[in-house]
């Protein structure tokens, strides 16, 4: 079965959040940690690393946070994947042909196809469709 990871699931969880608000104030990890019962060492990576692709900004500081700094509508979901967590494949075998079994495997080609269609769909949509 095809998941979304933790990491992807918590930074859709806080982007949500942070868009809840109605005016632009910072949000800390331990704030949505504790409002959504998330690890918040995970959560806190996940920001830094959304800040790190100006997805957030970090104000640093002992009333710091984070707030959303990237047009959300112009970020796709296939993009945002890949931010977080690497290239969007069902298989290995879609990005890395190490695979021992490459020669005599008969379905690579059927699942390639499957991958294509699967990442043109989250191509089109965008984060802002997620968060709102």
């Given at each position: 079965m095809l998941n979304i990871t933790r990491k992807v699931e918590y930074a859709l969880i806080a982007?949500?959040?942070?868009?809840?608000?109605?005016?632009?104030?910072?949000?800390?990890?331990n704030e949505v940690a504790k409002q959504y019962g998330v690890p918040r060492e995970l959560l806190a990576k996940t920001?830094?690393?959304?800040?790190?692709?100006?997805?957030?900004e970090a104000v640093q500081?002992?009333?710091?946070?984070?707030?959303?700094?990237?047009?959300l509508d112009q970020?796709?979901?296939?993009?945002?994947?890949?931010?977080l967590e690497g290239?969007?494949?069902?298989?290995?075998?879609?990005?890395?042909?190490?695979?021992v079994q490459i020669a005599n495997?008969?379905?690579?080609?059927?699942?390639?196809?499957?991958?294509?269609?699967?990442?043109?769909?989250f191509s089109q949509m965008t984060l802002q469709e997620v968060t709102q």
């Open positions: 982007l949500r959040h942070m868009q809840s608000k109605s005016d632009n104030t910072l949000t800390s990890a920001l830094q690393q959304m800040a790190h692709h100006n997805i957030l500081g002992p009333t710091g946070g984070y707030k959303i700094v990237a047009e970020i796709s979901l296939k993009d945002f994947f890949e931010k290239p969007l494949g069902m298989m290995d075998c879609y990005f890395d042909s190490d695979c495997c008969n379905i690579r080609v059927p699942i390639q196809r499957i991958n294509n269609n699967m990442r043109d769909m």
